[in-house]
């Protein structure tokens, strides 16, 4: 009588402990994937912008051109880039915010562009989602790196093998372009 | 380390309340037997008003502490889209909600967090620190602040600032009865002798530490929090550059007018500032040691 009370605690015990696992890996998966998505919903925002951006600065100065056709061009791109492919969303953003910053750089020789409060508007804007696609990318990693954690270590291993739970891969974030991403002025 | 460090901080915000209730009784019995000869009236005296003066903070800390300190809620980036860019950012990061922000009508740059939880939080700026920092260095004050935030400290402090407000509202009221003549024992009555004499000053001793006591802790408590604080800053903004030269901006700037001197502690810097007074009465730690230990990150 008591050794099968004990066996049935036994196995309630390993079933909770079980459940337990396997919902923090679930939480611990969703947690990346929203923190992708806070990624993915401020690159669609810069994409908005840089058709403004574009009508605004249009005006000033023809050799500028080249400069705006490779920030359409690499904007276009941008909403290429097939949905789970992080990695490539990640390179094509980093080119758009160099392309972007020779756009601003060169603003520098319009003083009536720098005075508009359009312009002054738009440069809030931009530089509030370049910041934030650096911090979400951070945030990102560290999801990331929680999950791969779990993946990884003893007893979560093995919950994670039976449904395979997969690593995620790391944005990869130099410090020097973590440097050049920040716009501030 | 961040998680154990949030579950100590819930632990311990357990332990100070415990410790707190069982202060504010015994100075309610203190009171109660040196100014109105009853321990029960004391007691219940420190029950009902600990009680509703609880209740009220825990419920309504926010706009109370926010309101101590004159500062102004602003609800849309329009207002400050500085500010607001950088809390939004740093909340994204910190992985916490957006808080309330608020502003403070001051020239003197300074910052705190307050709040019940990370769903129920608010931090505020004041005018000065818009004005004098760049972004760079507002994103490590904020980081600080959001820290704050994130570890539970908003709680932690705002239960021990409401604890020690009680503790002085209750010796006031003993001291305003004693001085305008209310209930005052006799002291001829029978049987006494040494033992009342005893406790009579123990709870003199009592009513006259306890504050201290109360606002020693809350100072040892505040003080930890801060380099924890800072190193949190570090690790959402990557960027220890900018808290340290934000921090010395603030350190060499005038005190602020409008900060109410109970919510020192929460402030990221004493807005108060008295120079030269002995390390166990400070809130905050040395400005040079926080920025020395930024350095070695």
């Given at each position: 009588?008591?050794?099968?009370i004990v066996?049935i605690?036994?196995?309630?015990?390993?079933?909770?402990i079980?459940a337990?696992?396997?919902?923090?890996?679930?939480?611990?998966?969703?947690?990346?994937?929203?923190?992708w998505?806070?990624?993915?919903?401020q690159?669609?925002r810069?994409n908005?912008l840089?058709?403004?951006?574009?009508e605004?600065?249009?005006?000033?100065?023809k050799?500028?051109?080249?400069t705006?056709?490779?920030?359409?061009?690499?904007r276009?791109?941008?909403?290429?880039?097939?949905?789970?492919?992080h990695?490539?969303?990640?390179?094509?953003?980093d080119?758009?915010?160099?392309?972007?910053?020779?756009?601003?750089?060169l603003?520098e020789?319009?003083?009536d562009?720098?005075?508009?409060a359009?312009?002054?508007?738009?440069?809030e804007?931009?530089?509030?989602?370049?910041?934030k696609?650096?911090?979400?990318?951070?945030?990102?990693?560290?999801?990331?790196?929680?999950?791969?954690?779990?993946?990884?270590?003893?007893?979560t291993?093995?919950?994670?093998g039976?449904?395979?739970f997969?690593?995620?891969e790391?944005?990869?974030?130099?410090?020097?372009?973590?440097?050049?991403?920040?716009v501030?002025? | 380390?961040?998680?154990?460090q949030?579950?100590?901080?819930?632990?311990?915000?357990?332990?100070?309340?415990?410790?707190?209730?069982?202060?504010?009784?015994?100075?309610?019995?203190?009171v109660?037997?040196v100014?109105?000869?009853?321990?029960?009236?004391g007691?219940?005296?420190?029950?009902?008003?600990?009680?509703?003066?609880?209740?009220?903070m825990?419920?309504q800390?926010?706009?109370?502490?926010?309101g101590?300190?004159?500062?102004?809620?602003?609800t849309?980036?329009d207002?400050a889209?500085e500010?607001?860019?950088?809390?939004?950012?740093?909340?994204?990061?910190?992985n916490?909600?957006?808080?309330?922000?608020?502003?403070?009508?001051?020239p003197?740059p300074?910052a705190?967090?307050?709040?019940?939880?990370p769903?129920?939080?608010?931090?505020?700026?004041?005018t000065g620190?818009?004005?004098?920092?760049?972004?760079?260095?507002?994103?490590?004050?904020?980081?600080?602040?959001?820290?704050?935030?994130?570890?539970?400290d908003?709680?932690?402090?705002?239960?021990?600032?409401?604890?020690?407000?009680?503790?002085?509202?209750?010796?006031?009221?003993?001291?305003?009865s004693?001085?305008w003549?209310?209930g005052?024992?006799?002291?001829d009555?029978?049987?006494?002798?040494?033992?009342?004499?005893?406790?009579?000053?123990?709870?003199?001793?009592?009513v006259?530490l306890?504050?201290?006591?109360?606002?020693?802790?809350?100072?040892?408590?505040?003080?930890n929090?801060e380099?924890?604080?800072?190193?949190?800053?570090v690790e959402?903004?990557?960027?220890?550059?900018?808290?340290?030269?934000?921090?010395?901006?603030?350190?060499?700037a005038?005190?602020?007018?409008?900060?109410?001197p109970?919510?020192?502690?929460?402030?990221?810097?004493?807005?108060?500032?008295?120079?030269?007074?002995?390390?166990l009465?400070?809130?905050?730690?040395p400005?040079?040691?926080?920025?020395?230990?930024?350095?070695?990150?």
């Amino acid at each position: 009588m008591v050794t099968i009370i004990v066996v049935i605690v036994v196995i309630i015990a390993l079933i909770a402990i079980y459940a337990g696992i396997y919902n923090g890996l679930v939480s611990a998966r969703v947690q990346t994937q929203e923190s992708w998505s806070q990624i993915d919903v401020q690159l669609k925002r810069r994409n908005d912008l840089i058709p403004n951006l574009v009508e605004t600065v249009k005006g000033y100065g023809k050799y500028e051109s080249s400069t705006l056709e490779k920030v359409v061009e690499l904007r276009n791109q941008m909403t290429q880039v097939p949905a789970g492919d992080h990695q490539q969303a990640m390179e094509v953003s980093d080119q758009l915010t160099s392309s972007l910053k020779s756009i601003f750089a060169l603003a520098e020789n319009y003083p009536d562009l720098k005075a508009s409060a359009q312009y002054s508007e738009l440069m809030e804007e931009l530089s509030n989602t370049e910041n934030k696609i650096a911090y979400s990318r951070q945030l990102f990693n560290s999801t990331a790196a929680n999950l791969n954690t779990k993946i990884q270590s003893f007893p979560t291993n093995i919950v994670a093998g039976i449904h395979h739970f997969a690593q995620v891969e790391y944005l990869k974030v130099p410090e020097e372009e973590k440097e050049n991403v920040k716009v501030s002025f | 380390m961040l998680y154990q460090q949030i579950a100590r901080n819930k632990r311990r915000t357990v332990y100070v309340m415990i410790g707190f209730v069982l202060l504010v009784l015994l100075i309610g019995a203190a009171v109660g037997y040196v100014f109105f000869d009853s321990y029960v009236a004391g007691v219940l005296m420190a029950v009902v008003i600990g009680g509703i003066y609880m209740a009220l903070m825990i419920s309504q800390s926010t706009s109370v502490v926010m309101g101590m300190n004159h500062a102004h809620e602003i609800t849309s980036a329009d207002q400050a889209p500085e500010l607001w860019h950088v809390v939004e950012d740093m909340a994204l990061v910190a992985n916490v909600p957006m808080p309330k922000v608020y502003i403070i009508d001051d020239p003197s740059p300074n910052a705190f967090a307050t709040g019940n939880n990370p769903e129920h939080a608010a931090v505020a700026a004041t005018t000065g620190i818009l004005d004098k920092l760049n972004r760079e260095e507002l994103e490590g004050v904020m980081g600080h602040e959001m820290t704050h935030v994130r570890n539970y400290d908003i709680r932690l402090q705002t239960i021990a600032l409401a604890l020690a407000a009680v503790i002085s509202m209750l010796v006031n009221i003993g001291m305003h009865s004693f001085w305008w003549g209310g209930g005052r024992r006799n002291n001829d009555r029978e049987g006494g002798g040494y033992i009342q004499i005893i406790l009579m000053v123990l709870s003199l001793v009592v009513v006259v530490l306890a504050p201290i006591a109360a606002s020693l802790a809350q100072m040892a408590l505040s003080r930890n929090r801060e380099y924890l604080a800072d190193a949190g800053a570090v690790e959402l903004t990557r960027n220890p550059r900018g808290l340290i030269s934000a921090l010395e901006k603030i350190s060499n700037a005038e005190p602020m007018k409008e900060a109410d001197p109970s919510s020192a502690a929460l402030y990221i810097s004493n807005p108060i500032k008295k120079k030269s007074m002995a390390n166990l009465f400070s809130t905050h730690p040395p400005m040079e040691e926080r920025i020395k230990r930024l350095e070695q990150m």
